[in-house]
């Protein structure tokens, strides 16, 4: 069956520090793979996505992520944490029909 | 542009009793898909319509659910008789070919069953 895995369903980090959230998909997952992002009381908003073409790609709010297909990951990596990225991240994978994970809320420590 | 409305935000009922909802999607979008999101979940796919036909369905409760977009615009799903594991926010989406089928979520819906 096909399947996303987010590794760590809370993850904190200071503000200014690196962020990184973790996704790998089933082999059997087509390529088109995706990251959303849901503040309190609010629907998805994509944040990045890779369908074809360059494996490393640039989101909003300074938020990137690889493509790697050896080891069927998608990570979602930002430099500098703000207070402002505290949500809830999923990662999602298909075309017409999307498999989501089962998200990572960040946590950003003053 | 006007992303995807759905209406209400919030619904509070009893068990057995119904309830609808309502998603408008973006305009020119063909595809609407209707998501159940339970908390600590990530979203499940409930149905699928392309224009005004349901592409999947296979993971609707049948029994208790129904969805319909009529005219291949708006949308509504309904949940007769509720049960308390329905408590979840229902998301609506929409996609379109010529945006390349990102899926672009409403803000939801809060079922609480009590």
């Known amino acids: 069956a096909q399947s996303v895995t987010q590794l760590g369903s809370h993850v904190s980090v200071s503000e200014g520090a690196l962020v990184l959230l973790r996704c790998n998909y089933s082999?059997?997952?087509?390529?088109?793979l995706f990251w959303y992002v849901q503040y309190p009381n609010q629907g998805l908003q994509l944040l990045l996505k890779?369908?074809?073409?360059?494996?490393l790609v640039k989101g909003i709010n300074g938020f990137e992520a690889e493509f790697k297909k050896s080891e069927t990951s998608f990570h979602l990596t930002k430099p500098s944490a703000h207070m402002s990225d505290a949500a809830e991240y999923f990662c999602a994978a298909g075309t017409y029909k999307y498999i989501f994970g089962t998200g990572t809320r960040l946590k950003v420590l003053a | 542009e006007a992303g995807v409305a759905q209406s209400p935000r919030y619904k509070i009922i009893e068990k057995r009793q119904s309830v609808a909802f309502w998603c408008n999607p973006i305009?020119?979008?063909?595809?609407l898909y209707w998501y159940q999101q339970i908390l600590g979940q990530g979203p499940k796919l409930l149905i699928q319509f392309q224009n005004n036909g349901v592409v999947d369905d296979s993971q609707l409760p049948k029994d208790r659910f129904s969805a319909e977009r009529l005219k291949g615009v708006d949308s509504t799903l309904k949940i007769q008789p509720a049960k308390l594991e329905d408590s979840a926010v229902y998301l609506c989406?929409?996609?379109?070919?010529?945006?390349?089928?990102?899926?672009?979520f409403g803000a939801g819906t809060r079922l609480s069953v009590l």
């Open positions: 890779y369908t074809t073409g360059a494996t």
């Open positions: 082999s059997s997952v087509p390529p088109y």
């Open positions: 305009s020119g979008h063909a595809t």
């Open positions: 989406a929409s996609s379109s070919r010529l945006a390349e089928n990102i899926q672009y």
